[in-house]
């Protein structure tokens, strides 16, 4: 789904939220979607609860009882239902710790990224004129930085001349993944601004004596909100990937914290993975259904919030 079609075809007015919620549960891919991501929610917060009835902290190791004489992992096991690590840590809490680390950064970032945007393409798009034209210019500017590069130089100057870190590396992914989402939210709402500033409502709102403001916050912004939200769920599982991106690349959440990026990343620095398959089945399953579960219903509230539908329902 890209962003030109969003722009092309707007969501419908706001409808009851009951109507809205009877629509998702309806259709297929949105109620698919929702039912993995609440799986996947649920997993993460349970993390410290698993780790506690296991007796298995996060980065924990457990040598005499995970990994036998050869130093090969066992499992899976009563005590390790997914078996451990080559260092001999539970699999399965770091999988869910890990899990809950792509959530509390990809949600945050996007977030950011889209209150930045909308307010960005809300200006630029209403006002036009410089305006738009300097809004437009940083757009172009951020969106042809390339990521890694950029991102890994970026958080390279995050390291303080001890060794150590100057800033939490966690919020410095947040800050660097929201650097490079919020252009793709601001170019969405320009084109939607674009759209709906030569609608009836617009012009009837203006032949009403409304102010500029009150018409972009009260009219404009309501209009551009649900098909905004929706490009949030699409763009989401796109930065959970771009966390476990930096993460595996070493310059993300630093070991040993959980990450399903630094744990791939440690499977490809180990061939243990050979006779213990969940060391890299288990994070790269939880990759998989987080970003499958967010696409799913990103593409589901796209088809409820469509016009068409919505007359189709109506």
């Not at 996007?110 to 393409?121: K, N, Q, R, S, Y």
């Not at 870190?165 to 939607?192: E, H, N, Q």
């Not at 949030?232 to 630093?254: C, H």
């Not at 589901?300 to 469509?306: E, K, Q, T, W, Y």
């Amino acid at each position: 789904m890209t962003e030109q079609s969003l722009i092309d075809s707007p969501s419908a007015p706001a409808a009851h939220p009951a109507r809205i919620w009877r629509r998702i549960v309806q259709e297929g891919s949105a109620r698919r979607g929702l039912i993995i991501v609440v799986l996947v929610v649920l997993a993460a917060l349970s993390a410290p609860w698993v780790a506690h009835e296991l007796g298995h902290g996060e980065t924990e190791q457990f040598r005499d009882t995970a990994l036998n004489d050869m130093g090969i992992p066992l499992g899976p096991t009563r005590a390790f239902p997914l078996g451990a690590d080559d260092n001999g840590r539970d699999v399965l809490v770091r999988t869910l710790y890990g899990t809950r680390v792509s959530l509390l950064v990809a949600i945050p970032a996007t977030t950011l990224a889209m209150i930045i945007g909308l307010l960005v393409g809300l200006i630029g798009g209403y006002r036009g004129g410089r305006i738009d034209l300097l809004c437009q210019q940083v757009i172009n500017l951020v969106l042809s930085f390339p990521f890694v590069v950029t991102a890994l130089s970026l958080l390279a100057l995050n390291h303080s001349s001890d060794g150590g870190a100057k800033v939490d590396p966690g919020w410095v992914v947040v800050a660097v993944i929201t650097f490079f989402s919020w252009g793709y939210f601001a170019r969405l709402t320009r084109g939607l601004v674009l759209h709906l500033r030569h609608q009836e409502f617009v012009a009837a709102a203006q032949l009403m004596g409304m102010t500029r403001w009150h018409i972009l916050w009260r009219e404009i912004l309501p209009a551009v909100l649900p098909t905004v939200g929706v490009y949030w769920a699409i763009q989401l599982p796109t930065n959970i990937i771009a966390e476990a991106t930096l993460s595996f690349l070493g310059v993300g959440v630093p070991a040993p914290a959980a990450s399903l990026g630094n744990m791939i990343a440690d499977v490809q620095r180990s061939a243990m993975y050979q006779v213990q398959p969940w060391f890299l089945a288990a994070p790269a399953l939880a990759l998989f259904f987080t970003v499958l579960g967010f696409n799913s219903l990103s593409s589901g509230l796209r088809n409820v919030f469509d016009p068409h539908l919505d007359r189709a329902h109506g």
